[in-house]
């Protein structure tokens, strides 16, 4: 079947423009998580959301950052203001919810996001 | 604080030779541990995984790793390296307490096999 996919594969854009980014997790996969790949700070988790419960957004760096899961599928994550630091790649992975395969995530390939 | 460390940044090998990427984790509280690899411009594909059970685990193209809980590691091994291998490699927790549902990543190893 068809894996984690994300869109764009690549965006760059203005310093201060707001952008989305796409994942489209496995068919039935429930979990869906964010991280953000940056040169000097690694794989850092941004947010997790797990069916209808409240997201954990512990990872989210500031209030420009935001995310959302509509019908329990497809998530857009949205960076508000741009800015420089905010390049990255960003990485959407899912998972099953419980049992051994909530342990096993799978991640898309990437958006890798130039803030100019 | 709960956190991962892979004590390399880069390992250069010759093709054929064993290779092992250091890993070690610090944590109060039980955890998975788990060994991603990302090729370029590809995103991580799961390696391999210690959930409970033997201490010694196998994974995908002939890579395994050991749980040594006294020394808090889980070194990758893998006896004889392609040039296929050439990638960077990811140690990675999830640990049982708060922010379970997160994994907290290494900083990766970049892996560099020579002919």
């Known amino acids: ?116 | 604080a709960q956190s991962v460390t892979q004590l390399d940044s880069q390992v250069p090998v010759f093709e054929e030779a064993p290779v092992e990427l250091r890993c070690n984790y610090s944590s109060s509280v039980s955890v998975y541990l788990f060994w991603y690899v990302q090729y370029p411009n590809q995103g991580l594909q799961l390696l391999l995984k210690y959930l409970s059970g033997s201490t010694l685990v196998k994974g995908i193209n002939g890579f395994e790793a050991e749980f040594n809980k006294s020394q808090t590691s889980f070194h990758l091994r893998k006896p004889s390296v392609h040039i296929s291998d050439t990638a960077e490699y990811f140690c990675a927790a999830r640990m049982f307490s708060g922010g379970y549902n997160k994994l907290i990543f290494g900083a990766g190893t970049r892996l560099a096999v020579h002919p």
Do not use: M
């Not at chain 1, 201060?16 to 489209?24: A, I, N, P, S, T």
């Not at chain 1, 997790?25 to 988790?45: C, D, K, M, N, V």
């Not at chain 1, 960003?90 to 342990?103: F, K």
């Open chain 1, 1 to 116: 079947g068809a894996g984690v996919s994300q869109s764009p594969s690549n965006k760059v854009t203005e310093k201060g423009k707001d952008v989305e980014l796409r994942c489209d997790p496995i068919s039935g996969h429930t979990a869906l998580y964010w991280y953000r790949q940056s040169l000097g700070q690694g794989l850092e988790f941004l947010i997790y959301f797990q069916g209808n419960s409240a997201p954990d957004k512990s990872g989210l760096p500031s209030d420009r950052f935001s995310a959302e899961r509509t019908g329990g599928s497809v998530s857009t994550l949205t960076i508000q203001r741009t800015q420089q630091e905010d390049s990255a790649v960003y990485l959407c992975a899912s998972s099953l919810a419980r049992g051994q395969g909530a342990n096993e995530q799978y991640f898309g390939p990437g958006t890798r996001l130039t803030v100019t």
